[in-house]
């Protein structure tokens, strides 16, 4: 089956404690990205990936790193998380040549108190 | 499941009826929209898009509507089933850049369906 597989679904941390949230795909996607999405606000693009070793930041990129080691892994990392992290995120792929049809992952409910 | 926002703008609709949800965009540059429907607890999911060469597009049951004048955006759902209840957001992208792939989302319009 094709699809976007995010970890954890849900998490508490604590302010400061470095965390990954992992993204993986199983259809050869070129694309990935990562999203944000907080009450009022729609998706905001943190950062995204248009093939391996190629990254390239969104709108709201503070606070995010992220890799591209392989083609089906798009991991996030929040090295030092603050609470206006605390928000709901999506990773999603898709093919380079239809990056409009994008495949999203179930997300990841992250709180940082 | 996952809440996806307490402030959108809402659309109630009969069963049966057609709905229009409406989208403004601010990009001139823009060249490509999407349309795409989040149900509660899950992750968007691609439902059309449209070229700016185009000023409209079917799918099932769907039609997209692009009026690059007034920078407007519009989504069709034809026959409004309980199933199409959720969140829909439209979406602007540019292409023919460094960076080309960066995808731009509205707030989103709740449907709600009326039985």
């Known amino acids: 089956e094709a699809q976007v597989t995010q970890n954890p679904r849900y998490l508490i941390t604590v302010t400061g404690k470095k965390l990954t949230v992992t993204c993986s795909q199983n259809?050869?996607?070129?694309?990935m990205s990562w999203y944000r999405q907080d009450p009022g606000l729609g998706l905001r693009q943190i950062y995204y990936?248009?093939?391996?070793?190629?990254?390239d930041k969104g709108d709201v990129p503070e606070g995010y790193k992220v890799s591209r080691k392989e083609k089906r892994n798009f991991p996030l990392i929040l090295e030092s998380p603050s609470p206006n992290q605390t928000s709901l995120y999506f990773c999603?792929?898709?093919?380079?040549?239809?990056?409009?049809?994008?495949?999203f992952g179930q997300g990841t409910r992250l709180t940082v108190v | 499941g996952e809440s996806v926002g307490l402030h959108l703008p809402t659309l109630s609709v009969q069963e049966g009826d057609n709905s229009i949800i409406n989208c403004a965009y601010s990009n001139s540059a823009s060249d490509y929209f999407i349309w795409y429907k989040q149900e509660s607890g899950k992750g968007p999911q691609f439902i059309i898009d449209i070229r700016s060469n185009m000023d409209k597009r079917q799918g099932q049951r769907v039609t997209v509507l692009l009026n690059k004048t007034v920078k407007h955006l519009s989504l069709q759902i034809a026959a409004t089933q309980p199933g199409d209840s959720a969140v829909y957001f439209c979406a602007e992208g540019a292409t023919g850049y460094s960076s080309a792939s960066k995808i731009i989302f509205g707030s989103g319009t709740r449907l709600s369906i009326r039985p």
């Open positions: 259809m050869n996607h070129e694309y």
């Open positions: 999603a792929s898709s093919p380079l040549d239809r990056n409009t049809e994008a495949f």
């Open positions: 990936s248009m093939n391996v070793e190629v990254t």
